[in-house]
């Protein structure tokens, strides 16, 4: 069974950080043969690409808004995949998803849609307070 878990999340200023964990089990093959992203949804808005990782966590791709502010990483050795998160907008408000899919694409398939993230979280809650 499959068991993605995401924490972290919580309360915040503007301007402030955070760090999203995602602790990730049962996937069919290992953790590293795994593309992984994080992906957002704002109250009554679309899901979104926030940012994506390569397997071996040496390319990384991040959409537009994220300016520079989050980080992407993963831990192959904890099957662990986290963001940081700076400098926070209440732009940023939402839950944050982590997901899954088998590498073999570009990373930045992951994050456009070209690939569909086949495994998900249930996604933990972040606020932004103005």
């Known amino acids: 069974q499959v068991q993605m878990t995401e924490s972290g999340g919580g309360l915040v200023q503007t301007g402030g950080s955070l760090r999203l964990s995602c602790r990730v089990s049962?996937?069919?093959?290992?953790?590293?043969?795994?593309?992984m992203g994080w992906f957002r949804q704002a109250p009554g808005k679309q899901r979104e690409a926030v940012a994506c990782i390569n397997w071996r966590g040496d390319q990384t791709y991040y959409s537009d808004f994220v300016s520079g502010r989050f980080i992407i990483s993963r831990d192959n050795n904890r099957d662990t995949l986290y963001l940081q998160l700076n400098r926070l907008r209440p732009a940023d408000t939402g839950k944050y998803f982590c997901?899954?899919?088998?590498?073999?694409?570009?990373?930045?398939?992951?994050?456009?849609?070209?690939?569909?993230?086949?495994?998900w979280g249930r996604g933990t809650l972040v606020t932004v307070s103005s």
């Open positions: 997901a899954a899919e088998v590498t073999g694409s570009r990373v930045s398939d992951y994050c456009t849609g070209a690939r569909t993230m086949e495994y």
């Open positions: 049962g996937l069919p093959k290992a953790f590293d043969d795994y593309a």
